[in-house]
């Protein structure tokens, strides 16, 4: 107790160097402490948020926001739920307190009090007790959304927040079950909650907002799909509110609101559907393609293989054949294989004992040249141009004798004496001179 007092003098110091000790010795003292009660955390953060009233200039302001907000990564797991908790009890409780100078700072103290704490479900990985004892906060809670004697403004400002910091503060999708308990204190504020104000906040800010990031990334397509999309299964959102629009309890009110964001997920609802079965099935093909491709190496190796074997064994085989002698008579003489044409037979000649001093002569048939179609098909066309050679000769022997035979008459017509031609009056004129 006096330590805890000696924090609560040190951290509302006026002095800037004192209080900032004041917040070391603080971590170092969190860091081990896993008994604290809930008046103990009440009595440090009384002593922090005076820390903080008293800090000046934005980047101060800053700085220790963000170094009283790590608090919650460096304090053990099991009172990390009530030190967030009673954190916002001590809000409501000074909340009245604050001028219209600080509350910019407070704000921001806030937004890094929310981004913690969905850091620390992160670290946690998501753990369902952990996750249900911090929506106890929203709902039965200091943050009760439900609640009218919550600050309006710090409803408003929580449900501007949520999706942002959330989206800042996971490095990884969270599973869907646990995505749709994290939203299940918004559904109640949707069906149950009368202030129109806060109503029309978690409609645009939190329902809406998931709504166009995942119409902006499909825009972008260079965009990297953000983690919270990833994590959203809109059929379960779909399936939430249809069930929340048959429950008796609904003001009639709101009725238009739900209505309006059933038609919008299930429209949503069905496009991931038809995206999730495109991809599906890529996966699928990319699977089989795979397969094949393994199945195709192996048979490429196993064939490789059986050769490598069968020329093995043959150079087995060659190497262990042994050279067989080959046995040659003196009479027989080795005969070589020739592609050359075979000549025709010696005709041998039988000579009588008389004559068998004379030298015998072998002599060699001649070779006849084979007949073919082609050599058959040139002699007929050689003797068809000489017969028609000599048609044409004979031809032009004639004609050469029929006009020197045209001559000779010519000449012995011209030796002749012409002939005279008389007249009939001639002669009559000679008979009557007569």
């Not at 008994?35 to 005076?50: A, P």
């Not at 670290?123 to 929506?135: A, C, E, R, S």
Request: glycine share 2%; hydrophobic share 35%.
């Amino acid at each position: 107790m006096a330590q805890q007092n000696s924090f609560g003098k040190a951290l509302a110091s006026a002095d800037k160097k004192v209080r900032d000790k004041a917040v070391k010795r603080l971590s170092k003292y969190l860091s081990n402490k896993k008994d604290l009660s809930d008046l103990d955390l009440l009595k440090l953060w009384k002593g922090l948020f005076y820390c903080f009233w008293m800090s000046d200039k934005p980047l101060v302001q800053q700085q220790l926001s963000e170094k009283l907000a790590s608090l919650i990564l460096k304090i053990p797991d099991e009172i990390a739920i009530k030190f967030i908790e009673t954190f916002w009890k001590e809000i409501r409780l000074e909340w009245t307190g604050i001028d219209r100078l600080r509350l910019d700072k407070f704000y921001y103290l806030f937004r890094q009090i929310h981004l913690n704490s969905f850091k620390f479900l992160e670290k946690v990985n998501w753990d369902i007790t952990h996750v249900i004892k911090y929506l106890d906060i929203f709902t039965d809670g200091p943050l009760s959304l439900l609640d009218q004697t919550v600050p309006p403004s710090l409803l408003y400002h929580a449900c501007e927040v949520f999706i942002p910091e959330l989206e800042k503060a996971i490095s990884k999708p969270i599973p869907s079950s646990v995505f749709i308990e994290i939203l299940e204190p918004f559904f109640d504020v949707i069906g149950f909650c009368s202030n129109d104000i806060l109503v029309e906040k978690v409609v645009e800010e939190l329902f809406l907002n998931i709504v166009n990031i995942y119409e902006n990334e499909e825009a972008n397509e260079e965009e990297e799909e953000s983690n919270v999309v990833k994590s959203c299964n809109f059929k379960d959102i779909y399936e939430r509110l249809e069930k929340l629009n048959n429950e008796p309890l609904v003001l009639k009110k709101n009725f238009e609101n739900i209505e309006s964001l059933i038609i919008v997920f299930k429209g949503l609802s069905e496009a991931q559907g038809v995206l999730q079965d495109e991809e599906g099935n890529e996966k699928n093909e990319e699977d089989d393609d795979e397969n094949k491709e393994v199945e195709e190496e192996k048979t490429k190796t196993k064939s490789k293989g059986m050769a490598t074997k069968k020329a093995v064994k043959k150079t087995t085989k060659k190497n262990t054949k042994k050279e067989q002698p080959i046995e040659i008579n003196e009479d027989e003489k080795p005969v070589k294989k020739n592609n050359k044409k075979r000549k025709a037979e010696v005709e041998s000649i039988e000579i009588d004992d008389e004559n068998k001093e004379d030298e015998v002569e072998f002599i060699e048939s001649p070779k006849k040249k084979r007949k073919t179609p082609a050599r058959a098909a040139k002699k007929e066309a050689k003797s068809k141009i000489n017969t028609k050679s000599t048609e044409t000769h004979d031809k032009a022997k004639e004609e050469i004798i029929v006009i020197n035979g045209s001559d000779e008459e010519k000449e012995k017509k011209k030796t002749e004496p012409k002939k005279v031609r008389k007249s009939k009056r001639l002669n009559q004129k000679k008979k009557t001179v007569q």
